[in-house]
């Protein structure tokens, strides 16, 4: 039986290598999370997975961060939470943003700790408490500057005040987020750090004890804003990418994901006939050329039509003409044969488009090129660099390579 597992899913991920895919490295992200932890000692560690792990499958990499020592994990919908109880994740989960009020119940009721950072949270939460007859767990959202979730630090004080006094809410921490630790010229962050302390404190000295309190990003971790806090909250450097040029991760951060795809179809573009919708590109010249199964619809840009490159036998292939919803052409060296794997996006390693350049060129950052992978590419993961599992979730299915123990 086991045997016949095991034949099974090297099959399975044979097949799904076969097409556009992407490999996740779970090694090097459990790497980039220890990294992280030691550049915020002594205090605890929140792995931000929302967004699907900012494209890179949240319900394995949330477990495998759990594993590589993440305290929390963090999410911006209460949708995203109980997605992550449905795989079986049991660690502490913040949904870090307003949350939907028709889950709350279902979000209290399965042990989701949730940001109150407007009235109509407030009195949602607590309602949906009472009607559920179980206390909600909160951290309460400060805004020192994004205006946007959260309350003003001059009411912290009061709001914190009626949430410690609610038998139905239990205040385990306050927080904010920075507007600009990712800026070269940051004129902001000190005094969002000094507000936040200056108001925490207060808190504290009127004897609500909070066990967390927490301000720093991916960014600010790594220039060491960390603040008078002790938890951090880290997504975009877990996964090895940088928060902004003016913010690199240093070169022992190992981007984590790499998408690929396959050649499908070898042709020669003859002088004077064009490529792709438009006709953007019209060959000057005798062009080998390679039909490739990936588009925008699967998460890569449009906007890097003509302008990108892939990798393939080791060579830069320039993208030719449009990129479509499904497919695109990228010229080739001679040689290239049907079937060849493609290096679409990844460390840039093997000369293939970092996150980064592909946010470059498509006018935008390396966040929302990751995040915009699609659900019919399939994620394989690697652990010393062989498959351990996989996911497909348009095909709703997931696995492991290595079986079970018997027990
Ligand atoms: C997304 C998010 C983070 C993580 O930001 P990174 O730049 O990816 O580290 C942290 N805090 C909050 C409130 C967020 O929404």
Redesign the pocket.
């Known amino acids: 039986m086991l045997a016949e597992r095991m034949i099974d899913a090297q099959l399975r991920i044979r097949q799904l290598r076969s097409g556009t895919h992407a490999l996740i490295d779970l090694d090097a992200y459990a790497r980039n999370i220890a990294r992280l932890r030691a550049m915020a000692p002594g205090g605890a560690f929140m792995a931000?997975v929302?967004a699907d792990a900012y494209g890179h499958g949240a319900a394995i990499c949330g477990q495998a961060a759990i594993q590589a020592g993440a305290d929390m994990l963090?999410v911006?919908r209460i949708s995203e939470a109980l997605y992550l109880r449905a795989q079986g994740v049991t660690a502490p989960i913040l949904v870090?943003?307003p949350p939907s009020e028709g889950a709350l119940a279902d979000a209290i009721s399965s042990g989701v700790t949730l940001a109150v950072g407007s009235e109509r949270a407030l009195v949602a939460i607590e309602a949906a408490a009472g009607a559920s007859g179980m206390s909600a767990t909160v951290h309460l959202k400060m805004d020192t500057g994004m205006r946007r979730y959260g309350f003003l630090s001059s009411e912290i004080v009061a709001i914190a005040e009626r949430l410690h006094a609610s038998p139905l809410i239990e205040l385990e921490g306050v927080f904010t987020?920075f507007t600009s630790s990712d800026d070269l010229v940051d004129t902001s962050t000190p005094g969002q750090i000094d507000q936040f302390e200056r108001v925490t404190d207060e808190i504290e000295r009127l004897g609500m004890g909070l066990r967390y309190r927490h301000m720093a990003?991916?960014?600010a971790i790594l220039r060491g804003q960390i603040g008078r806090s002790n938890l951090v909250?880290?997504?975009?450097?877990t996964y090895g990418l940088s928060?902004s040029d003016e913010v690199p991760v240093d070169e022992r951060f190992e981007p984590i994901m790499s998408i690929r795809s396959v050649v499908a179809r070898r042709f020669v573009v003859q002088p004077g006939e064009s490529v792709s919708y438009n006709q953007t590109f019209v060959a000057d010249l005798s062009t080998q050329a390679a039909d490739i199964p990936i588009g925008y619809a699967d998460g890569l840009p449009r906007n890097v039509s003509n302008i990108g490159w892939f990798v393939i036998d080791g060579e830069r292939c320039p993208i030719l003409g449009r990129v479509c919803m499904d497919q695109v052409v990228a010229r080739t060296p001679d040689g290239v044969s049907e079937g060849a794997e493609v290096i679409i996006l990844g460390s840039g390693c093997d000369g293939e488009m970092t996150y980064a350049d592909a946010g470059r060129l498509a006018g935008t950052n390396n966040?929302e090129v990751a995040t915009r992978l699609m659900a019919r590419v399939p994620r394989i993961y690697l652990r010393d660099g062989q498959p351990v599992a996989w996911e497909h979730l348009l095909e709703g299915d997931r696995g492991n390579c290595v079986p079970a123990s018997m027990g």
């Open positions: 931000v929302k963090g911006a870090l943003g987020h990003n991916s960014a909250r880290s997504g975009i450097a928060p966040y």
